[in-house]
């Protein structure tokens, strides 16, 4: 049966291959750039040992969720916009203010990260939609 990982169809959604673990695991937060451009783009989180993916432009006013604080609150993992500091569940992407931020399924396998996504995603901005 075919795996189907050599396929890269853009606005289908596939596993997105990031990169090793045990490298993404260094930093907290790291920004995945989406071949669909700016408003597309990912947080990977590494946060107590787990993964975590979400849209990484603020639901508020798309502020950047790669610089907010995290913190666990009893056992429930946010990151605060650093904008207006508003709240969002690392796992659901649910705010305390009703916002609802999008969030992807990770997966490890073989020692890679896997982000879930309609599009490619690249830890280097992709050349067609790369800002000056
Ligand atoms: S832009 Fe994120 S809380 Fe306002």
Redesign the pocket.
């Known amino acids: 049966m075919a795996s189907g990982n050599e396929q890269e169809i853009t606005d289908s959604l596939s596993w997105r291959l990031i990169g090793p673990a045990s490298e993404l695991s260094k930093k907290q937060c790291r920004l995945m750039f989406s071949s669909l451009g700016f408003g597309s783009d990912v947080c990977l989180f590494y946060v107590k040992g787990e993964f975590f993916a979400m849209d990484a432009r ?1 639901a ?4 950047p969720l790669c610089d907010g604080d995290i913190e666990d609150a009893g056992g429930i993992l946010q990151v605060f ?1 650093p ?4 709240d969002f569940n690392l796992r659901t992407g649910q705010s305390g203010t009703g916002l609802q931020q999008r969030v992807y399924e990770v997966k490890l396998e073989d020692g890679s990260v896997y982000v879930k996504h309609t599009s490619p995603l690249s830890l280097r901005p992709f050349a067609s939609v790369q800002k000056s």
């Open positions: 603020c508020h006013s798309g502020g916009c904008w207006h500091d508003y």
